[in-house]
């Protein structure tokens, strides 16, 4: 079965600097997503990713697929504290009828 | 405000009970997925039913059924429950195949 491996587990980053996650796939990825969840609540869609080499920016961040690499990055620019949550990265099985998700990155950032 | 609409948000129970977790989808969204979260297994795909019919099953128990009303709603029943079903269920829906999933805020389940 298809897993998403998240790096890394949890990232502390001070306000301003950039940062990356990096979500890898054990197998063939057809669709990919980003979403972000604030503990215990529900999931904000971020982007889709369908193509490889596809890129996708929302304010300050920025998806990359590299479908030959089977990963997906994220990139923050300038992170701010309204950027703390958990990112997960989702992604279409290959009968397109779920998403399985990786384990999810942490993001704390301090002011 | 994702348009997905979960209720309850919050259930406490016990252990042996049954209980049923609703879900509205966003509008014009043919697709409802449901989703449990918990620590350790992180969010696991439990089923998908799209228009009205079942579409896919994933790691569902037994003891868990679903179903999609003609009105698109979806209700998760959940019966002879055990502590290691308190999770966040979530109920998901897309307009179809290839189309982000937009998420509903959840519903938290506590077994005592």
């Known amino acids: 079965s298809q897993e998403l491996e998240q790096s890394p587990q949890s990232l502390i980053v001070q306000e301003g600097k950039n940062l990356t996650i990096n979500c890898t796939s054990s197998?063939?990825?057809?669709?990919l997503y980003w979403y972000k969840q604030k503990y215990g609540e529900g999931l904000i869609f971020l982007m889709m990713?369908?193509?490889?080499?596809e890129e996708k920016s929302h304010e300050k961040i920025t998806a990359k697929l590299d479908e030959k690499k089977q990963q997906s990055s994220l990139h923050i620019t300038a992170s701010q504290p309204s950027h703390a949550g958990i990112y997960l990265c989702?992604?279409?099985?290959?009968?397109?009828?779920?998403?399985?998700f990786g384990k999810g990155t942490t993001l704390s950032v301090s002011s | 405000d994702s348009g997905v609409t979960q209720t309850p948000k919050h259930l406490i129970t016990a252990t042996g009970q049954r209980v049923t977790l609703r879900c509205s989808p966003r509008?014009?969204?043919?697709?409802v997925y449901w989703y449990q979260q918990s620590l350790d297994q992180g969010l696991q795909f439990l089923i998908q039913?799209?228009?009205?019919?079942?579409?896919a099953k994933g790691n569902i128990l037994e003891r868990f059924s679903a179903q999609q009303f003609p009105d698109l709603h979806s209700e998760l029943n959940l019966s002879s429950l055990e502590l290691g079903d308190s999770a966040l269920y979530f109920c998901?829906?897309?307009f179809g195949t290839g189309q982000p999933q937009h998420f509903g805020d959840g519903t938290r389940l506590s077994i005592l």
């Open positions: 990713l369908q193509k490889g080499g």
């Open positions: 998901a829906s897309s």
């Open positions: 509008s014009g969204d043919l697709s």
């Open positions: 039913y799209y228009n009205g019919e079942e579409r």
């Open positions: 197998k063939t990825l057809y669709g």
């Open positions: 989702g992604a279409d099985n290959q009968a397109g009828t779920a998403l399985i």
